[in-house]
């Protein structure tokens, strides 16, 4: 049964039973339903073991020597931090004594109520509490064995690039002898071979060691980029002049294999505050991969320009190449990661290309982005963002944008 001031437990002393008989058959007739009376006798100790009343109503008549006694007595009943005491005398009329019970009781099963709340807040602030420090303890535990992980792992990285380091300087020293030598042989440079076979196998040693020379500074170079040991040095950048200068570098290679090799950038380009010999590193190797995948007849298109949306700098690297199924293309961007191709059979690598030059992108404060479709081709966009373009030429080449219909793909 719910508690109310009704069922609340109510306790009448005083030092004259009939007075106090009087008291109880007023409260149960206005429907309080624990009324319990006694006398300054019966409230000795002992008297009402774990008795405790939720109001106390004391009944005192002028000049009596007796309440003093009283309330004393009603001290030692108060087992809990407020129990409320109504006086009462021979002036108080029943209505009052009636309402002044109802509102007394209210007044104390909230403050039961509250205090139990409060008793179970504090418990439960308390498990809180035991909970948190423990919480503490495991971050703190975890969080030491992250350190302890990371700085294992930075120490792993740091002795494999310094392996591969080593490996390739000494790969590389007996390689460029290789080098040397083939071409000298393939020149002949000290004079005719007897047999035309020599000067023909020559060549092919030349190339087999400058295509293993290629591998080994691929291997250097992604070993460098996941240990974030890029050398790199920030300075503005012509943007137009470097685009223009690696595909005159790549235009043999487009011409012998037959592919058309365009380059379409706005005139009053703005440039780029990032690292010249890297973005020519990056150029180099996605527009040589274009070549590389793209068919006789075919064609590679660079195009560069400004997002009239967000300022970004893009360059986007197109073909008509061969392509790649959309669920391949995690794969290509993985390190070792190749798709199987008639090309790729033909003109083998490590599978790091294309991981390389994100990886280099990213860290000049860029990000490459590839989509493709099987027989369609390939488009490989280069963002930077506005904060590496030069503010005031990139404001120039926007306006200039504007009133242009060329308009960049992304």
Avoid at 100 to 106: G, N
Wanted: aromatic share 4%; with cysteine; proline share 5%.
């Amino acid at each position: 049964m719910a508690i109310s001031p009704e069922t609340a437990r109510l306790l009448i002393a005083g030092t004259e039973a009939p007075k106090i008989r009087a008291l109880c058959d007023l409260l149960v007739k206005h429907g309080f339903q624990n009324v319990r009376g006694v006398t300054e006798a019966e409230l000795a100790p002992g008297a009402m073991p774990g008795y405790c009343p939720d109001l106390i109503l004391v009944r005192i008549e002028p000049g009596d020597t007796a309440g003093e006694r009283l309330f004393k007595t009603i001290e030692g009943l108060e087992k809990e931090r407020y129990v409320p005491v109504l006086v009462l005398d021979s002036e108080s009329k029943p209505g009052e004594i009636v309402e002044r019970v109802r509102t007394l009781t209210a007044m104390r099963l909230l403050y039961k109520d509250l205090n139990e709340e409060n008793v179970r807040l504090r418990a439960g602030a308390q498990q809180c509490a035991i909970s948190y420090d423990e919480a503490v303890t495991v971050l703190k535990k975890t969080e030491d064995q992250l350190e302890a992980e990371l700085a294992e792992y930075k120490d792993r990285c740091r002795s494999k690039s310094e392996f591969v380091a080593n490996l390739s300087h000494e790969l590389r020293t007996p390689l460029n002898s290789i080098i040397g030598f083939s071409e000298i042989l393939k020149n002949e440079t000290f004079g005719p071979h007897g047999s035309p076979k020599y000067k023909e196998y020559a060549g092919d040693i030349h190339g087999a060691a400058a295509h293993l020379l290629i591998l080994i500074n691929d291997i250097l170079e992604f070993s460098r980029a996941e240990a974030g040991q890029l050398d790199l040095e920030f300075e503005p950048v012509d943007v137009q002049s470097t685009i223009q200068s690696s595909a005159r570098m790549l235009h043999e290679k487009a011409r012998v294999k037959g592919v058309a090799l365009r380059v379409d950038i706005a005139p009053d380009f703005p440039r780029l505050r990032t690292d010249e010999r890297r973005l020519r590193q990056v150029l180099l190797n996605v527009v040589g991969n274009a070549i590389k995948f793209t068919p006789s007849d075919g064609s590679v298109t660079v195009k560069a320009g400004i997002d009239p949306v967000d300022g970004a700098f893009i360059i986007v690297v197109s073909d008509t190449g061969i392509g790649i199924d959309t669920a391949d293309l995690p794969r290509v961007m993985t390190r070792y990661g190749q798709v199987k191709s008639a090309q790729s059979d033909q003109d083998p690598g490590t599978g790091l290309g294309l991981p390389l030059t994100r990886k280099i992108v990213e860290a000049l404060g860029g990000t490459l982005e590839v989509r493709s479709r099987r027989g369609v081709g390939t488009a490989v966009t280069l963002r930077f963002p506005p904060s590496l373009v030069i503010a005031e030429e990139r404001d120039a080449a926007k306006a200039a944008q504007a009133g242009s219909p060329r308009k960049i793909a992304s």
